[in-house]
């Protein structure tokens, strides 16, 4: 099930996401967040008319996704950049690409034009869930980020909707 997220589900999200802060170069976080810190991000998504969705099996969450502003300037108000994050135990059994379709059908409904999705280099997962779902690769920085005693790549996938 697929469904909007709650604050109090920021406990069960920041479980899912510090796995990625303390284990991957996925995020470049670099220190656990508290679940309080996580609620506030999750306000701070729904604050401002954004979609925050959670997956849900045996009422567990595991997994989630989310839009964000791409910009702050009133002109980018029609874009957005989307992330998503899994349990590591449900990868490759399409909660993503189903986090994702819920995910641009609200973003559709709220009349945004265009997605961007960053992509720490390489991940080949994930480029291939963002190019299911239309988006192309726009840009690739060199060594933007520093994690886990190496340089790291970004790449920006774009889709308009």
């Known amino acids: 099930m697929i469904r909007d997220a709650t604050l109090n ?3 069960k999200v920041v479980e899912i996401y ?3 802060i303390s284990e991957s170069v996925v995020t470049f976080e670099q220190e656990i967040i508290s679940a309080d810190i996580m609620q506030e991000r999750i ?5 401002s008319k954004l979609p925050w969705l959670v997956a849900e099996q045996d009422s567990n969450i595991i997994g989630y996704c989310y839009a964000t502003p791409w910009k702050e ?11 998503v994050y899994l349990n ?8 993503g690409s189903r986090l994702y379709k819920a995910l641009f059908e609200r973003l559709k409904q709220n009349e945004i034009h265009a ?9 080949d997962a994930s480029v291939k869930l963002h190019e299911k779902f239309g988006m192309s690769k726009v840009a690739h ?4 980020g520093y994690k886990f005693d190496q340089w790291l790549d970004v790449g ?3 889709k308009i909707l």
């Open 9 to 11: 589900d920021a406990a």
């Open 18 to 20: 510090n796995h990625y």
């Open 43 to 47: 306000s701070k998504v729904l604050d």
């Open 73 to 83: 300037r009133s002109a980018y108000r029609f874009s957005v950049e989307v992330t």
């Open 88 to 95: 590591s135990e449900v990868k490759g059994k399409g909660w």
């Open 115 to 123: 997605v961007m999705g960053g992509i720490t280099l390489p991940n």
């Open 141 to 144: 920085f060199k060594q933007v």
């Open 156 to 158: 920006y996938w774009q």
